[in-house]
């Protein structure tokens, strides 16, 4: 048998680190040509901190409005906890898939996309015929997700201005859906660092908005009763509480991990976790702000987006301009919010129709970019326009992505590289993790689907919510 240890008593994957100079060890095999995608979309030139970024605006997206919702269908001490488990487990799973993708770039391998990194770790098949459908289903969903909220705050703050006005809410879809439109024509991921800093300060203010809105109507004498009651009972309620799950799981999933990491300048070793400290800071300071204040002002009348609840009967519960401007800050983050789920779309579209060998400005690219790239954001847009049911497709795409590629995959991928005895606690954390989640993946698509054919009885096609 041949022995792993080298004459001098190292291993031989030391000698392999050690044998790779420290620029190439962190760069993709210099044996394997990047394709248009990889240079065009996910260029490698990012500080952790424009990683923090790109993260912060996946993740702190206009989606938090719905947890007080969510913590009214678990309850006051349910709510709190699924919050905080949550947010720990996907810090840790998300530093997971960080620590596998620079060991991977360690030995030589930087992989770029969620897929590639399925491909290298778990298998071709697992890449192709799961990871690889399963992200992009999550980002188009989350652009059509993104458009429709869109178009619902304009049409909020345009009922605001005209009560009796006769714009429908397809109409305001169809505006955003063309603004979008628009800003897809960015051309790289690492382009949108500078939008993605005012997407985090936004993020921060609606935040704020919310909050500060939520607790001056709970405060006011103009507040609706409060009735913290769980919804429902027996079956119902068990539904209500794995739809809460699938929202929670939705507002803090990413799903594209790889693909912000790949946007970091070499040498990548540690400044993810940077970014991840940063994007966490803005986490725990939104979520918990809007999700407590939210249900500690409604109680169980939350709705699906807590700005609705700012009105009732027509009437205003606040100042106008006040729920104008946190409307006005929301819909500004939506639009970066689209464009970031809308990169790894992009980068497949660039790999199957630009020349790497031509400039990336050339008409030669630059025409197929903006055709491919307004087609998708065309047929996203019709989607949103015709099923504005925005709450339940959270759920949907929670239960579906969500909890899968962030909760169940970052925990087998680190186990199969690193490979932790069995005695290890990580290894059992892990598998824990893994586990559970899983089962959490089951019932949320049943309880989701549910909920979906529920609603779809009482919506029509393209109906003005």
Known sequence: MASNQAPNGRTRREDLQNS??????????????????ALFVLKSKGSWLHCGYHLTTSIVAPALLSLPLAVAQLGWAAGVLILLVAGAVTFYSYTLLSLVLEQHALLGHRLLRFRDMAHHVLGPAWGRYYIGPLQFS????????????????????????????TMKLYEFVVISGAITLILAQFPSFHSLRHFNLISLILCLAYSACATAGSIYIGHSSRAPEKDYSLPGDGQDHLFDVFNAVSIIATTYGNGIIPEIQATIAPPV?????????LCYSVVMSTFFSVAVSGYWAFGNQARSNILFNFTADGRTLIPKWFIVMTNIFTIVQIFAVTIVYLQPTNEVLEGLFADPKKEQYSARNVIPRMVFRSIVVAVGTIIAAMLPFFGDIIAVVGAFAFLPLDFVVPSVMYNITFRPSTRDFVFWINTMIATVSSILTVLGCIATVRQLTMDAKTYKLFANL
């Open 138 to 165: 999550l980002c188009f969903t989350a652009v059509v997700a993104g458009t429709l909220l869109a178009g619902q705050s304009m049409k909020a703050i345009y009922l605001l201005e005209q009560p009796d006005g």
């Open 269 to 277: 070793k540690g400044k993810m976790f940077k970014g991840l400290c």
């Open 20 to 37: 790779i100079p420290g620029d190439l060890s962190e760069e993709t095999s210099s044996s394997e040509p990047l394709d248009a995608g």
